[in-house]
Nanobody, 123 residues
Framework: QVQLVESGGGLVQAGGSLRLSCAASGRTFSTYTMAWFRQAPGKEREFVAAISWSGSTRYADSVKGRFTITRDNAKITTYLQMNTLQPEDTAVYYC?????????????????WGQGTQVTVSS
């Protein structure tokens, strides 16, 4: 069983930055693929970024070059550094984990989810 707790959301002006953190429990964290998804009001949950246990990463086209996903296995934490934020990045951001080694962008492939953290970008 893995429990995930996100933090770091908030209100920021367009062009600003935020760093989200996802603290995980469980001794097998290092073997999990970790991901960030987001969901805006009235929209489906969408993939943002993911990182495998080996450090391979994948990003949604909309955030490439602006967001960076990293993980610290010693601290059992995953991070999402978000730069040059835009109003369209406004959403609830969720951390997710899956036990497979393959990075996937499909929400249903992830076994564990955090409660979400709100990110609001004002214009």
């Amino acid at each position: 069983q893995v429990q995930l707790v996100e933090s770091g959301g908030g209100l920021v002006q367009a062009g600003g930055s935020l760093r989200l953190s996802c603290a995980a429990s469980g001794r097998t964290f290092s073997t999990y693929t970790m991901a960030w998804f987001r969901q805006a009001p009235g929209k489906e949950r969408e993939f943002v970024a993911a990182i495998s246990w080996s450090g391979s990463t994948r990003y949604a086209d909309s955030v490439k070059g602006r967001f960076t996903i990293t993980r610290d296995n010693a601290k059992i934490t995953t991070y999402l550094q978000m730069n040059t934020l835009q109003p369209e990045d406004t959403a609830v951001y969720y951390c997710a984990a899956r036990s497979g080694v393959v990075i996937t962008t499909t929400p249903s492939a992830y076994n564990y989810w955090g409660q979400g953290t709100q990110v609001t970008v004002s214009s």
